[in-house]
């Protein structure tokens, strides 16, 4: 049972995300489809995890909703309670390097908890945030000078001596959910629906580091709040929240364009190692990923259905994601890469046409690894990809093949996936997906 403070503090949290959360407990109906690929770590906690940052392989930071911070130097292999000197919640945290960090939370009785460490968190000690009666749900550190704390009430505050000095940016949202900067100028803020006129939810921009904020459009549907948002570099970017909304950008916020999660299961966090791999997670253990900048997502099995709320990335190979009841799953850790490549071998002359079946053939390196391939067929429909089926193939010395007849005309899309398998004393870590687009005459 989760102690009364915790319930308070869940509470809370809840109350300023607008969402409802519903604890789940056992691992989820596809657990044993990819389980090598996340691995469950011992946070030695049962409190409600809100986020988690890495920097570099070894060392990594996770805050409670209790007040707590854990700390791990070895990848998450093990992980340390380190003392913040607070039990208000924290909701986020950020290090430029694996000595100098900052956390940040609050509720709405206390002025907002901001906390840094020069030390890796053998020491904590609290910055004046010159605010009463709110909290900071993010926070956002490009070097060891500037940063951003964003939250309830549309607040953002910014410093630019390492948190001595905080001052007050004014944005005209409602809630501020999640911050991130891709050095000190440019930033992104993912904020609540119902912010500066807008009927869906707003997605704030500068690039004069918060001096003004721009409110951007998201194109999400009606009252759907984005909870997250992260960028690759100053152009390409995604946010994820409600009802698995996924939208993305290609020039810096300027359009944002919606991508088909494959999910109805609300997004809590975004993380991408580079322009092209990335992850999502979410309610219910939802982990969903890319490899090919959000053109299609294939989902993960994370070996639990407890709640996710955040993630984060190191590398396209390493990464960790956090959530209620201490959990913590970590990805790739001993286990062997496997690529996937796709082709298309035509039944006839004149290119692929309805009800007419052709080949769909691919392979997989190294042809060691064994198992099946899952082909998810998507079908253009409008601005929107549609889901059209899918079908499981046997691997044999490396190479999968399938028949596919498609049964309208236009764009269709069809995404291999690897399971991963065991084969002897190897492990074979799950390909996300290869893409090939065809065109149905």
Same mark, same amino acid.
């Given at each position: 049972?989760?102690?009364s403070?915790? #319930?308070?503090?869940?509470?809370l949290?809840l109350?300023?995300? &607008? /969402? *409802?959360?519903?604890?789940?407990?056992?691992?989820?109906?596809?657990?044993?489809?990819?389980?090598? #690929?996340?691995?469950?770590?011992?946070?030695?906690?049962?409190?409600?995890?809100?986020?988690?940052?890495? /920097? %570099?392989?070894?060392?990594?930071? +996770? =805050?409670?909703?209790?007040?707590?911070? !854990?700390?791990?130097?070895?990848? %998450?292999?093990?992980?340390?309670?380190?003392?913040?000197?607070?039990?208000l @919640?924290?909701?986020?945290?950020?290090?430029?390097?694996?000595?100098?960090?900052?956390?940040?939370?609050?509720?709405?009785?206390?002025?907002?908890?901001? !906390?840094?460490?020069?030390?890796?968190?053998?020491?904590?000690? @609290?910055?004046?945030?010159? *605010?009463?009666? *709110?909290?900071?749900?993010?926070?956002?550190?490009?070097?060891?000078?500037?940063?951003?704390?964003?939250?309830?009430?549309?607040?953002? !505050?910014?410093?630019?001596?390492?948190? +001595?000095?905080?001052?007050t940016?004014?944005?005209?949202?409602?809630?501020?959910?999640?911050?991130? $900067?891709?050095?000190?100028?440019?930033?992104?803020?993912?904020?609540?629906?119902?912010?500066?006129?807008?009927?869906?939810? /707003?997605?704030?921009?500068?690039?004069?580091?918060?001096?003004?904020?721009?409110?951007?459009?998201?194109?999400?549907?009606?009252?759907a709040?984005?909870?997250?948002?992260? $960028?690759?570099?100053?152009?390409?970017?995604?946010?994820?929240?409600?009802?698995? +909304?996924?939208?993305?950008?290609?020039?810096?916020?300027?359009?944002?364009?919606?991508?088909?999660s494959?999910?109805t299961?609300?997004?809590?966090?975004?993380? $991408?190692?580079?322009?092209?791999?990335?992850?999502a997670?979410?309610?219910?253990?939802?982990?969903?990923?890319?490899?090919?900048?959000?053109?299609?997502?294939?989902?993960?099995?994370?070996?639990?259905?407890?709640?996710?709320?955040?993630?984060?990335?190191?590398?396209a190979?390493?990464?960790?994601?956090?959530?209620?009841? &201490?959990?913590?799953?970590?990805?790739?850790?001993?286990?062997? @890469?496997?690529?996937?490549?796709?082709? *298309?071998?035509?039944?006839?002359?004149?290119?692929?046409?309805?009800?007419? +079946?052709?080949?769909?053939?691919? =392979?997989?390196?190294?042809?060691?690894?064994? %198992?099946?391939?899952?082909? #998810?067929?998507?079908?253009?429909?409008?601005?929107?990809?549609?889901?059209?089926?899918?079908?499981?193939?046997?691997?044999?010395?490396?190479?999968?093949?399938?028949?596919?007849?498609?049964?309208?005309?236009?764009?269709?899309? $069809?995404?291999?996936?690897?399971?991963?398998? =065991?084969?002897?004393?190897?492990?074979y870590?799950?390909?996300?997906?290869?893409a090939?687009?065809?065109?149905?005459?």
């Open positions: 049972m989760i102690p403070v915790q #319930v308070r503090h869940l509470k949290a109350f300023m995300l &607008g /969402v *409802t959360l519903a604890l789940f407990a056992g691992l989820s109906s596809s657990a044993a489809h990819a389980a090598d #690929v996340w691995t469950p770590q011992a946070s030695g906690t049962t409190n409600n995890l809100s986020s988690v940052t890495f /920097v %570099g392989a070894t060392h990594g930071w +996770a =805050t409670t909703l209790g007040g707590d911070i !854990l700390a791990t130097t070895d990848g %998450g292999a093990t992980w340390t309670a380190q003392a913040s000197g607070t039990t @919640p924290l909701f986020s945290i950020s290090f430029v390097d694996d000595a100098h960090g900052w956390a940040v939370g609050g509720d709405l009785y206390h002025p907002a908890v901001v !906390l840094v460490t020069a030390d890796g968190g053998a020491h904590w000690t @609290p910055q004046a945030s010159g *605010t009463t009666n *709110t909290a900071l749900l993010s926070v956002a550190f490009a070097d060891g000078l500037h940063g951003w704390a964003g939250g309830y009430n549309g607040l953002i !505050l910014a410093t630019s001596d390492g948190g +001595a000095h905080w001052a940016q004014t944005t005209g949202v409602a809630n501020v959910y999640w911050l991130t $900067f891709t050095d000190a100028d440019h930033g992104w803020a993912a904020c609540g629906y119902g912010s500066l006129g807008a009927k869906n939810a /707003v997605i704030l921009s500068t690039s004069d580091g918060g001096a003004h904020w721009t409110g951007q459009e998201s194109n999400t549907a009606y009252h709040n984005l909870l997250s948002v992260a $960028f690759a570099d100053a152009a390409d970017g995604w946010a994820v929240g409600k009802d698995g +909304a996924i939208v993305a950008t290609s020039d810096g916020g300027t359009t944002w364009t919606p991508e088909a494959g999910t299961q609300q997004l809590n966090s975004v993380a $991408f190692a580079d322009a092209d791999n990335g992850w997670v979410g309610h219910a253990g939802t982990i969903i990923a890319t490899t090919d900048g959000g053109a299609t997502w294939m989902p993960e099995a994370s070996g639990t259905a407890n709640d996710l709320w955040a993630v984060d990335f190191t590398t190979t390493q990464g960790w994601a956090a959530g209620t009841l &201490g959990t913590i799953v970590a990805y790739g850790a001993g286990a062997t @890469p496997v690529k996937l490549a796709t082709t *298309t071998r035509l039944s006839g002359p004149g290119g692929v046409k309805v009800n007419k +079946a052709f080949k769909l053939t691919g =392979t997989v390196s190294p042809s060691a690894a064994t %198992g099946r391939v899952t082909i #998810v067929k998507t079908r253009l429909v409008g601005t929107k990809w549609k889901a059209a089926g899918s079908t499981k193939v046997t691997l044999a010395g490396g190479a999968f093949s399938c028949s596919v007849k498609p049964t309208a005309k236009g764009s269709w899309r $069809f995404v291999a996936s690897y399971a991963g398998t =065991t084969t002897g004393s190897t492990t870590k799950a390909s996300r997906s290869a090939k687009n065809v065109r149905v005459k």
